[in-house]
């Protein structure tokens, strides 16, 4: 699939100059950008799903240790 993105200037100079000392494309350093906000996003979905899970099935565990 092929988008059109509008950069601001001064973000569009700055990965011109990371795609040229990384060899590489704009393209592929914004594909990278989007892989790493993917993966971030499930991450912190992954720990708040986690988290939910603890507090509801160790709430016992919890407030006794919160006791101790």
């Known amino acids: 699939m092929a988008i059109n993105v509008r950069l601001p200037e001064d973000l569009n100079r700055r990965l ?3 795609a040229a ?3 590489t494309s704009k ?4 594909l990278q950008g ?3 906000i993917v993966e ?3 991450r912190r979905h992954l720990v708040d ?3 939910r899970f ?3 099935h160790d709430a ?3 407030k006794r240790l919160e006791d101790a």
Do not use: F, G, K, P
């Open 16 to 18: 011109d100059e990371i």
């Open 21 to 23: 000392a990384e060899h």
């Open 27 to 30: 393209s592929s350093l914004l």
């Open 34 to 36: 989007a892989q790493l």
């Open 40 to 42: 971030r996003h499930t």
């Open 49 to 51: 799903d986690t988290l």
């Open 54 to 56: 603890v507090e509801t």
């Open 60 to 62: 016992q565990l919890l």
